[in-house]
């Protein structure tokens, strides 16, 4: 698993290869860092391809401290079995959480 914070022009967590409990506590400071630069973020997960409960819970986690700031989260996904994941938890029901197919969506949506 690989990590990366882009901090420009909207904070963005990329995060690539697997995600479970074993490392998911590697991508949560990411993830804080991100909502401290900006009310909304990015999470970049089109590399990923593997998510258990654990990660599914680093996206509860961005969507709950952009939350407090009035913001939201665009989450890249087009890994289909992490799609199906996240469908399953309901992050679709999440109000300032959007899931879309590319960075370029992920950006216009969060635009001011």
Do not use: C, W
């Not at 590697?26 to 970049?44: C, F, G």
């Not at 986690?61 to 700031?69: Q, V």
């Amino acid at each position: 698993m690989d990590v990366r914070l882009t901090k420009t022009p909207i904070p963005t967590v990329s995060v690539s290869g697997e995600v479970d409990h074993y490392n998911s506590h590697l991508v949560a400071p990411a993830i804080r860092e991100a909502s401290h630069i900006d009310s909304s973020i990015i999470l970049d997960l089109s590399n990923l391809t593997y998510l258990d409960s654990a990660g599914v819970q680093l996206v509860f986690l961005a969507s709950r401290l952009t939350h407090e700031k009035s913001g939201s989260v665009a989450m890249v996904v087009t890994n289909d079995h992490v799609h199906r994941i996240l469908e399953i938890t309901g992050t679709d029901n999440i109000p300032n959480l959007k899931t879309v197919s590319n960075l370029s969506e992920a950006e216009d949506s969060l635009k001011k």
